[in-house]
């Protein structure tokens, strides 16, 4: 596609559930990654793709965290057992070859709110 | 030691005057660099990225690199209402395939 997309751009979901949150980069971008963002603060990263392969995923804050990418291009965010502080904007981007060499473009986000 | 610092301001300027946002970063062997400009409610968008020591300019901006410091800037000349946002500096991390972000200086730009 012409951009990074993710749907949905809003979620709203109770504590304990289960969510899926999807990215659709720009066709032929190779590194995906995902962040979250915290209302007044900087993006923090959470894991990042080459290919299928999740090459780092040291950002995800514990184990019901988890991103999958089956075939290069797509790729979802699952989170296990909501909690309120799991609320944030996640953002998906995508970039050519290495995000520190090209930089990334980003999708729209998905606002996640816990309740 | 957080690896990328930026003042979060909010930095005010009226309009037509030069806006300097800074930067400092940890990494000293970090080549590029990247500002991003977020809008309220909406996602980072890629301004200016910078390799070399030394100043690169596109149109208003002004992006000014010194790896000895440690430093990167922007600067925005001419002002103007419609620049107001949060500026994210950032730092390619884990051998150069991502980027570490600052907190961000939120830029208001009075008319």
């Known amino acids: 596609g012409a951009g990074v997309s993710q749907t949905p751009s809003n979620k709203v979901t109770e504590k304990g559930k289960y969510v899926e949150l999807r990215c659709d980069p720009i066709s032929g971008h190779t590194a995906l990654y995902w962040y979250r963002q915290s209302l007044g603060q900087g993006p923090e990263f959470l894991i990042y793709?080459?290919?299928?392969?999740?090459?780092?995923d040291s950002g995800l804050p514990n184990d019901r965290f988890f991103a999958v990418r089956p075939e290069g291009s797509v790729s979802t965010l699952k989170i296990q057992r909501t909690e309120r502080g799991d609320s944030a904007v996640y953002l998906c981007?995508?970039?050519?070859?290495?995000?520190?060499?090209?930089?990334?473009?980003f999708g729209s986000g998905t606002r996640l709110t816990v309740v | 030691q957080k690896e990328v610092e930026q003042n979060s301001g909010p930095l005010s300027v009226p309009e037509g005057a030069i806006a300097s946002l800074n930067c400092t970063y940890s990494d000293r062997v970090s080549q590029s660099f990247f500002w991003y400009r977020q809008y309220s409610g909406k996602s980072p968008e890629l301004i200016m990225s910078?390799?070399?020591?030394g100043d690169k300019e596109d149109g208003r901006f002004t992006a000014q690199l010194n790896k000895a410091s440690q430093y990167v800037s922007l600067l925005i000349r001419d002002s103007q209402p419609s620049d107001s946002a949060t500026y994210l500096c950032?730092?390619?991390?884990?051998?150069?395939?991502?980027?570490?972000f600052g907190g961000g200086t939120r830029l208001m730009v009075k008319p």
């Open positions: 950032a730092v390619p991390a884990n051998a150069g395939n991502m980027l570490t």
């Open positions: 910078i390799y070399s020591n």
């Open positions: 981007a995508s970039s050519p070859g290495p995000g520190g060499t090209y930089g990334y473009t």
């Open positions: 793709f080459q290919g299928t392969g999740a090459a780092d």
